[in-house]
């Protein structure tokens, strides 16, 4: 059952201007790694060492965190991310470890849950509480159940959640009182490594299937497992995938965005991988990495994959390509704020950095990451060409359209269910192949189109049908592709390269070079045992590169192999895309310029109404500390039912947006909702449907006073822009 | 992740396994005393009944060399529930196939057992590391003549170890 969601996103002035125009290329316009305005504390609750007994599993365990806040907690309510370290030993004595849970006497908890203080430190000077749990009763004994403890894990975290809301409701608990109302539970971000990665994909799984009722909006399993091939649909998910992991060493969490992709139709929840080279699996966690604990792990590299330390990249000889502890921790802050911060807080501006659009930023410390991005399943904000699922996918696209492959030397599916090949690359070991890796639960990998060249004239051709010839509403045109490295016709160590060319109706055609616009296709590092590997990555070439040819009638679209001589790829994702979000609403706002007479509001007092007129009609009414709004709009033809459009108001507190009900064409949109402030006079109520796709009316009033009585009945004049009182001097609410 | 087990220098190796065997023996713990809740975790401490074990394993009380194998039947507990570890509602009985050896270390992956080629990968670790533990609720999982190996992960970045003797299991 849908809902409206009864929160807005105020956006301030200077977001407006960073607003990026569709099909831009831009940088980043904010490094989400720096560190944040607001002073942190610090503190840890500790409810016993067999608190909590999770169902199925085969002992309790503890109830132990550690909070890190911002030290000002009036401007609360805060959001609040929850981090879940892996699985590593229990108790300590020393450099010695055991495995058993509660620690007899002499021995030590571990304090994994401690190993990401640095990114609890950073995410609250940015406004977040941050609470990063303790799963040592788990680690002792989580192989023993058949999900290898998944399940506990995400009851784990559900527990303290639990215990948040309590905690923010009561005065009750360790903290009595000092975050009653400072906890925002419909704002929650939820961050895993390894196992932990596994836990939180459950934890926002059973919240739905259970109904907690938490807002989860955001998930971040870092180098996870996925044993059990957990699909979690319809929450924003950033899979970071470390390219030198010794311990996860087939990345196989790359199958949570692989399976999630289109598990459910009409999912708005974006998707992305951070594939990060250079990187190791234990140096995210402070404590288990070796000098910096006593019974730290050993670099997983190494210590895991034979012969890995002679690895030209991920080994330790001279100028490989490792990354240093610190500079790991570098790119989980860099690309984990940006994450928690453009879902949990709807902080738009790091939407490119997100999408691959712009460059890792400068906290990152590495330029060497790459990303993959899916977009809602929205019409306005994905068209698929090609999921390349089945083998209907090699002659007709997902819109219909006839393909043609010409000159190719390899044309095939792989990866996905039989009768494709299982693997992609032949005698390629599995875990240089993630998409393809196996779990413990058997499933069939990421179907893939594999695409080889070797002579002239070698292309790739969807030809685009009428219903699909308009895409000027989106932004790029994008795919998910890796080079093949076990294919001897692209040269080691060199990027592949293609040109990819939209032709129009008119037969005016454009071209482009996939280098100019993306790294995606570099030759994968490493000679070792488990590298190189491949890992697609998204291509997204900007549709306003695409100069002269008619974006409102395009008929096809090619790859024309003609930048090598020879080469192989694997393809997966054809789409025309935007970014956006689940319910974007401060994308939306910063799409809509400001509007109306500055400091003059059209409400001023409870009780007052005003309305709106044009293409968007309605009325608002002022109530204590906000105005109710109930507005319609025609539903446009390019909407599709279930496009869920966002409301947007210049208001006294800034630009602010609240989502609409679902469209059902032909009826028309309807948006309630609230604002904080009162829309200013003769400002927009814009609904927008998607980039470029709007539709606008006037916020008219409040009525005029009233005038003195008549000497003759008459009826009430309806005010017009025209006769709108000056404006009262009282502040807004 | 994982966490590293110190290194045994050679000269110690028997006193320390020795020692590992008591705590795999002694550490997986103690029989039931009265008046305390049956565990489905008791199913790796409990006493069994020694079905077979490899050429090299000594009588209890000495030190398994590494990579070695027992194969035990454990009574369930009355009121004991197997389900958690995949096993059928209102089990009696389960055999017990520990592997001795590693240091086996903790890291994301399970460390598997594969009888065959059939992999086990829900195994308990011993307290110190040094034996694999992997319950079963159906005899005819013990294939008498398979080899048994122990890997890290199902798709491990090494190859997995094969134990010397193969599971032989009386009137097989």
Partial sequence: MWRVVGVFALVGWWLVALAPPPGAVLASAADPGEPGPLAVAYAEYDLGATAFQPSGFPSPVELLASVHYPRDLTAGPYPLLVLLHGNHAPCSQGDRVLVTWPCPPGWQPIPSYRGYDYLGQALASHGYIVVSISANGINAFSNLPADLGASARGQLVLRHLELWREWTRTTSGPFQGRFQGKVDLQRVGLMGHSRGGEGVVAAALLNTQQRRGFGIRAVWPLAPTDFNRLVLPAVPLAVLLPYCD???????????????????????????????????????????????FPASAADDWTDFVPNGASDPHCGTLPGNGRLTPAQQRATAVAYGAAFFRRYVSDDVRFAPLLAGDAPPPASAQTPAIYVSYHAPDLPLARRDLNRYLDP?????????????????????????APPAPAQCLAGVPVEQQPHTAPSLVPRPGLSQLRLAWGSEGARYRLELPATARTVAHFQRLQFRAALDFADASNPRGLPQDWRVVLTDGAGRSSAVRVGEHSGALFYPPGAVSAVPKVVLNTVRIPLAAFQGVDLHDLRTLEFVFDQRPAGAVLLTDLAFASVGGPQDLAGAAASVPPSGQPGLPSLVAPGQAATVAGAVQGSAVALPGGVSWSLSVPSPPEVAAGTQAVAVLTTTWGVEAFACWPAEPPQPVRCTGRTAGAALQRSAATVVFGPGLTATGVVLGPPPPPAPPPLAPALPARPSPADSPPPPAAPAP | MRASLRRTPPGRRPFCLALALALALGMLGPPLSAGQEPSVLDLYTVPGRIVARSARVPA??????????????????????????????????????????????VGAQPWVVWIGDRPFAQTYLSPDGTALVVLLFDRALLTSGATVSVSYGLAPAAPPQRLPDPLLLPGA
């Fill in chain 1, 246 to 292: 010794g311990d996860v060493v087939d990345l196989q969490g790359v199958h949570y965005y692989d399976d999630a992709r289109y598990a459910q139709p009409g999912d708005r929840a974006p998707k992305h991988t951070i594939l990060v080279l250079g990187a190791n699996h234990n140096y995210y966690n402070t404590v288990w990495t070796p000098g910096l």
């Fill in chain 2, 60 to 105: 209890p009380g000495q030190a398994p060399a590494p990579l070695e194998y027992v194969v035990e039947e454990v009574a369930v507990p009355p009121g004991v529930d197997v389900q958690p570890l995949g096993g059928p509602a209102g089990a009696t009985v389960a055999w017990r196939l520990t592997v001795y050896g590693g240091p086996f270390r």
């Fill in chain 1, 392 to 416: 209907s996918a090699l002659a007709t696209s997902q819109v219909g359209g006839s393909i043609h492959a010409l000159r190719l030397r390899a044309y095939s599916l792989c990866g996905g």
